[in-house]
């Protein structure tokens, strides 16, 4: 199964850890692949470095997050340009779920990308709600 997640549970997961333990969850799970692109780390590094997060995180704590993403992050080249996110800023998420084939988009981000509930017949999804999917198969 393949999976894109946004940004929002990212995030959600460096600073809360009720998120965090969520999130292993898909992590550890070796029959999960999760793309990315260069757009998706980059964006996890400037909002983590936002001065609002320091409360929760230091610098060296969410560049330790990253990293350890890295290994398990599937990279995938974007080709296609998309305009369908409520929110212009998400639409290189659509499209690389669209390239890569994803079988769910994973975010928190309402409204936005859940408002749009399906893209390209990919279901949007919240991070709890692929858990029970997970859980079922």
Same mark, same amino acid.
């Given at each position: 199964? /393949?999976?894109?997640?946004?940004? &929002?549970?990212? @995030? ?7 998120? %965090? ?7 550890? +799970? ?8 260069? &757009? !998706? *780390?980059?964006?996890?590094? =400037?909002?983590?470095? %936002?001065?609002?997060?320091? /409360? ?6 969410? =560049?330790?997050?990253?990293?350890? !993403?890295?290994? %398990? *992050?599937? $990279?995938? #080249?974007? &080709? ?10 998400? +639409?290189?998420? !659509? ?10 988009? @994973? &975010?928190?981000? /309402?409204?936005? *990308? ?6 390209? +017949? #990919? $279901?949007?999804? %919240?991070?709890?709600?692929? !858990? ?6």
């Amino acid at each position: 199964m /393949k999976v894109v997640i946004d940004t &929002t549970d990212y @995030i959600s997961a460096l600073i809360g850890k009720t998120h %965090r333990a969520k999130l292993e969850r898909v992590l550890l +799970n070796e029959g999960v692949q999760i793309l990315a692109d260069i &757009t !998706l *780390l980059e964006e996890i590094r =400037d909002v983590a470095y %936002r001065d609002k997060f320091r /409360k929760y995180i230091s610098i060296e704590e969410a =560049d330790l997050f990253i990293n350890s !993403l890295k290994w %398990r *992050l599937k $990279p995938i #080249i974007i &080709t296609s340009h998309v305009e369908a996110s409520p929110d212009p800023d998400d +639409n290189f998420i !659509l499209a690389l779920a669209k390239d890569g084939q994803a079988d769910f988009i @994973i &975010t928190g981000d /309402k409204p936005g *990308l859940l408002d749009l509930k399906v893209f390209e +017949n #990919i $279901p949007i999804v %919240r991070l709890q709600a692929f !858990l029970d999917i997970l859980e079922k198969q």
